[in-house]
């Protein structure tokens, strides 16, 4: 009766901790989704102030009405976005802890060892994204960060051109942007794996598939920070 016990409570905890780590994936893929069409709409700075400017308050605006009301997208997206880094977060914590309790167990010991290098960089590169969103948000979406000018009073186009116009940040920027990609690199893998979609003759091509939507991620976001440190966009 004890054995038949533990092993209901063994079953329950694994189909927790399955459903805990498929939420961590759909959460993240919903945040690779809008990493993508946001790195798309900073590319929107190479047609010209008028355009990006247009799309900025498109966005914030008059997105979809009169079926959402003026503003709403961004709203909605907004709320979705914190919604879902809760439960990412909270997912990720999860899964450490169970992880880190369940080391004693030899098996979990081999397995972590396989993993390991991936797992830190993961945890890693999570806190350190943490933070630099946060920036992110600080500096271009509040203006609460002093940037050297009135970023309050500026265009959206003006805005990054100001920002990206100082070298550093453009450093800074490339480091932010080179941990996300990493993030979404090994994410994708772990995502499709945690959701019972791979299968042994797919995991190394999910590997390439997502260092190479990584890469472009990358190359997407850098775009227009070069080009305006080189006087490209002006």
Avoid: C
């Avoid at 797919?202 to 080189?230: K, S, Y």
């Amino acid at each position: 009766m004890a054995n038949k016990n533990l092993e209901t409570r063994k079953r329950r905890a694994w189909n927790t901790n399955v459903f805990v780590k498929q939420l961590m994936a759909i959460s993240g893929l919903f945040f690779v989704m809008f990493v993508i069409v946001h790195a798309y709409g900073n590319l929107k700075m190479f047609l010209g102030q008028e355009a990006y400017d247009h799309y900025a308050h498109w966005l914030k605006g008059d997105a979809f009405y009169p079926l959402l009301p003026e503003g709403g997208l961004i709203v909605i997206f907004r709320t979705a976005m914190i919604l879902f880094a809760l439960v990412h977060i909270l997912a990720a914590f999860h899964t450490w802890y169970v992880s880190k309790k369940a080391r004693a167990d030899r098996y979990s010991v081999k397995k972590n060892v396989a993993d390991s290098y991936a797992a830190r960089t993961m945890r890693v590169s999570a806190v350190i994204l943490l933070f630099m969103i946060v920036f992110h948000i600080l500096h271009f979406t509040t203006a609460t960060i002093p940037a050297g000018f009135e970023a309050s009073e500026m265009s959206p186009y003006m805005r990054m051109v100001g920002a990206f116009s100082n070298p550093a940040l453009v450093v800074l920027y490339a480091v932010f942007v080179g941990t996300l990609a990493m993030h979404i690199g090994h994410g994708i893998w772990s995502a499709l794996q945690s959701m019972g979609w791979l299968r042994r003759n797919t995991q190394h091509v999910t590997v390439v598939i997502g260092g190479i939507v990584a890469a472009i991620v990358f190359v997407m976001f850098m775009l227009p920070p070069v080009a305006i440190a080189f006087g490209f966009i002006s």
